[in-house]
Nanobody
Framework: QVQLVESGGGSVHTEDSLRLSCAFS????????MAWFRQAPGNQREFVAA????????AYADSVKGRFTISRDNAKNMVYLQMNDLQRQDTAVYFC????????????????????WGQGTEVTVSS
């Protein structure tokens, strides 16, 4: 059974940086596409970034493009989200998600195709 554990959240100021980490266990990590979603208070969970099983394809929400970078280390069973130039609107709980690589890569932004989720890590950005 896939287990995902996020870490790295915290309280920062605008224009600061944070790196979130997600530890994967329970299955063969290199056979899973991975993604980050976030949920702000009162909002629906939204797509942030995704990376395919090999790491050679990535995708980003327009709101974070150019500021956030998703990466993975298949040797360490880890996925990361480097967040630079953080803004107040980035305040949210960030969730790591996984889906098997047999599923279409093109569905990377669809929340419902991910069946494995972590518990989330909170990021608060203040001015």
């Amino acid at each position: 059974q896939v287990q995902l554990v996020e870490s790295g959240g915290g309280s920062v100021h605008t224009e600061d940086s944070l790196r979130l980490s997600c530890a994967f266990s329970g299955r063969t990590f290199s056979t899973y596409h991975m993604a980050w979603f976030r949920q702000a208070p009162g909002n629906q969970r939204e797509f942030v970034a995704a990376i395919n099983w090999s790491g050679n394809s990535t995708a980003y929400a327009d709101s974070v493009k150019g500021r956030f970078t998703i990466s993975r280390d298949n040797a360490k069973n880890m996925v990361y989200l480097q967040m630079n130039d953080l803004q107040r609107q980035d305040t949210a709980v960030y969730f790591c998600a996984a889906r098997h690589s047999s599923l279409r890569w093109a569905d990377y932004a669809r929340r419902l195709v991910y069946i494995h989720w972590g518990q989330g890590t909170e990021v608060t950005v203040s001015s």
